[in-house]
């Protein structure tokens, strides 16, 4: 097994056996793997990237969770793949000796072609923190959509690379309202164990959780639920638990204990490059092209297709256009890349086949942040883990699942702060621009009411209570609520409506949506092990009947 994390993170164990375990209905596929145009069957597909002219089997569009199980899956079955991605490939330490900048220290490492850093907690006792940086490939992107900024992991591993790793499985109640067209029970038995076996999930040490410093933050955020009768429930995380341990000890490298998160973690996280990404490559049928954006696909003779591809160097620029030719595309650049692509292939009349539900049924996961200020004998620590491992889950009575998250700046800040999850009901849609040649979203930033008044049902209460207040100084002066941005971009071509009940775009056979994009706007809890489980069914039906 390829495994290239710094301890060997990567599916060992009990895990590794039942990821085998999931996998084994993929066997039988690999017989039919044959009849797709074999490019080069026998030959384990070179690591170089992709050159014009070149025809591939199986192009996948972007390396997130989505595309890392299709190219996993489909490899597996004997399909050679070749996988584009925008960002870069995250894989050589920078002048630092380290590969990622951390969250105290941004630098060009950290931004998406921004010559100013745009964090989300854009305050600090009302003051601006953001600062210039070099323009550069940097690994977070802020992409200011109408009304809303989307955070999105770029490079090799897509969201996986910034995230939290908070790997939540949503109840099964509320999967059957979010997605009525799949089956439930298959997906509860199968899909959601095998993603969760694939990503490595794992769950904080409860004994070690009550003693160690770097989760005091957490210890208090349960004593202010439980106190307000709210449920507290611990939440699984693709970290490496053990490694965590090892980092509190002092005997390893710190990462989540040195504030890694949002601009790539240099230890300790499961990101895909250790898990799927490394099976996949692992196959000897995967190659990537990191710095290749794609930029159009349309109907070539034979059932295939063209797909045109810009070369990218660390400043943005374009320094080669190449256009190839797939006989099978799949849309895997997330909720917004996929849309975007989608929205503006069909406009221009790429592909006239899609449907009227493309660029449809978008949501924000119903996120909002807040803070909230303690008294000065409840401390949170000055060390905090940069990866949650709880939250307060008032969906069912309130409209809101919040993460207990953590403020890793380094010294006491007396702060608790939390990202909500909410029910919120709105719904935004991508259109093209023809005078802009921009695709653009129609979310108004009011629409973030019904999250913040969900959010309010644990925090009022939470704050009447412990006769506390919320932070003003995090989003801005005098500013209490996060409502101006979403981690959990989802939707824009939606299962069962853009696409068949498996992610096949109608109108056009051979090309797929295996990414967020499929899920219409919400998860009730953080989304990737949803994705994950969910392109594990669809690639499955795909491999089964398509290929
Ligand atoms: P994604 O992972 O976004 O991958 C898409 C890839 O496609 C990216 O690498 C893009 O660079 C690439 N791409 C886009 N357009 C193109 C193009 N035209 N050509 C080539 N490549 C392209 O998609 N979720 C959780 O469940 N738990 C968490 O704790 C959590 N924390 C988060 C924290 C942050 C700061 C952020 C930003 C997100 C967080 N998420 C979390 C959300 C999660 O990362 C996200 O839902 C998934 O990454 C989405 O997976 P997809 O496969 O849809």
Redesign the pocket.
Known sequence: MNDDSPRGTGLRGVSRRRFITGTGSFLGSAALAGQLTPAHAATPAAAAVIEPGAHVPALV???????SVAALRLAQAGVDVHM????MAWDTPGSDGKIFANTTSPDHRSYWLRTRTKQPLSNFLGFPIDKDVPRYTGI?DAEEMGGIIV?????VG???L???????TPKRENFAAVLPSVDAAQMYSVYYPRANAGLGVGTVDPTWFETADCYQYARVGRKHAQRSGFPFVFVPDVYDWDYMEQEAAGTVPKSALAGEI?YGNNYGKKSLQKTYLARAKATGRVSISPL????SVAPATGGRYTVVIDQLNTTGGTTATKTVTADRVFF????V?TSK?LVRLKATGALPGLNSEVGKGWGDNGNVMCGRANHLWDPTGAVQSSIPCSGIDNWAAGGAFAEVAPLPTGIETFASFYLSITKNPHRAQFSYNAGTGNVDLNWQTAWKQPSIDMAKTIFDKINAKEGTIYRTDLFGTYKIWGDHLT??PLGGAVLNKATDNYGRLHGHPGLYVI???LIPGNTSV????T?TALAERNIEEIIAADL
């Open positions: 569009i972007g390396t997130g969770y989505g595309g584009i991605e925008m960002g977070l955070y999105q992991g770029r490079g897509g969201g996986s910034v995230n939290g790793g908070m790997a939540v949002l290749h954006k794609v930029t895997a650049a997330g909720s890349g692509l981690y959990h990414d967020g994009a953080n989304p990737f092990v994705i």
